[in-house]
């Protein structure tokens, strides 16, 4: 088993962040290439991944359960996965610890996890700068998705937002009010730029030796 010990930092507020690690399907949508299958209503969800190399795309698919403590803002995982040809194999768990206050949150994540098969050499040795690189990823992605839930609407002003208030208790909206904007269907997710990624788990080698040669 490789063992993984993670610390991120949000640039949003705990209140607002923990609402979004809650919902798996916007956790889903904060990994590059990731998919959410609906659930299934069995405690699991499923989905899969994929990882471009060039032409070449990867897809992997997996299941895990998610168990949510509010009151420790605490999230323990328990998954399985297998690569699309059935020869790599994946078994994880963790623990997400998320702490902070009005202007951060800090996601602690400590778990482990096992990989058999053709992938077995390459996880052992870089499974840990792999996860490091994803976990970048989906900090920066999540951060923009609580500071887009906190921040006003552009251009947003005290008449529009009493208007709002109005509209919301049963008033009826005056013939000058703007019509609504329909919101747009979502994009299927992109395959994760498997270049990139190697690029971030290199930088990501490189300085776990340098820190270690300043010990």
Not at 84 to 109: E, F, M, N, P, Y
Not at 111 to 131: I, K, S, Y
Request: glycine share 10%; proline share 8%.
């Amino acid at each position: 088993m490789v063992s993984l010990s993670e610390e991120t930092r949000i640039p949003a507020p705990l209140s607002a962040v923990w609402p979004l690690l809650r919902d798996p399907e916007v956790v889903a949508s904060c990994i590059p290439g990731a998919e959410l299958a609906p659930s299934s209503g069995d405690g699991l969800w499923r989905g899969s991944i994929r990882v471009k190399f060039g032409p070449t795309v990867a897809a992997f698919r997996g299941e895990a359960s998610l168990n949510f403590d509010d009151d420790a803002k605490t999230c323990t995982i328990e998954g399985r996965g297998i690569d699309q040809r059935g020869a790599s194999r994946a078994l994880a768990s963790g623990t997400v610890l998320a702490d902070g206050d009005a202007t951060a949150t800090t996601l602690k994540i400590d778990g482990e996890f096992n990989v058999t098969g053709p992938l077995e050499t390459f996880a052992n040795a870089g499974g840990v700068h792999v996860a490091r690189a994803l976990l970048a990823e989906f900090s920066a992605n999540l951060a923009a998705l609580a500071q887009d839930k906190t921040q006003p609407a552009a251009g947003a002003t005290p008449e529009a937002a009493a208007s709002g208030d109005a509209m919301a208790a049963g008033a009826t909206p005056q013939p000058n009010s703007p019509p609504e904007i329909a919101p747009q269907p979502q994009r299927p997710p992109a395959a994760l730029n498997g270049f990139s990624l190697l690029w971030k788990i290199i930088k990501s080698a490189l300085g776990g030796l340098i820190g270690k040669k300043g010990n």
